[in-house]
């Protein structure tokens, strides 16, 4: 949608900007002539979801395994997500009527410049995406906090308890479902 790709823009942005790629060339495809690997590949996760006994983690993590090969399961501190959008709209502005444009260009040389166009032989048009008076330095030296996680919530833990401990197997129920802690 429309802010996923606003991000998506601020973030090649800001990777050229940072000079982690002197260029980077995005195309998205037309509507109705999409297909996602992401897509495809989640769906086969679900297939595999469906077919087996899911009572823990490590069951979890073999199914997601063995859906596809390119499939992984990212181990424990491997992953860390961070508050982009917070972070980008200290700096970057929206970019009106993203939507009809499916080629973009950006290079290190002009930090904060997108360069886009309706289709492949349509003219380039250059979008500003720093908002007024932002320097180039002050993003430079930045970067977004880290997201925490924030765990179960009591109610959760309850629900968890009350409800689907029953149909957990005996070896997975306090690692999947642990009992609630007393208040």
Known sequence: GQNKNKTTLHYLAWRCLNRFHRKINLHFMI??????????CF???????????VDGIEQLEQVVEQSAKSNTVPRCGEFQGFWWDTFFSRYFKPVKGIGKF???????????????????????KQIQL???????????????EVIMPGGLSKDRVRYLFREIRPYVKAPYKDATCPAPEEE
């Open 31 to 40: 509507a109705g002539h999409t297909k996602c690997l992401c897509d495809s």
């Open 102 to 124: 499916h080629y973009f260009m950006f290079t290190a040389e002009e930090p904060g410049i997108v360069y886009a166009k309706q289709t492949l032989d349509a003219p380039e």
């Open 43 to 53: 769906g086969m996760l679900k297939k595999k979801y469906r077919r087996s006994e």
């Open 130 to 144: 720093f908002k007024e008076g932002v320097a180039v330095n002050e993003i430079r030296s930045e970067f977004p």
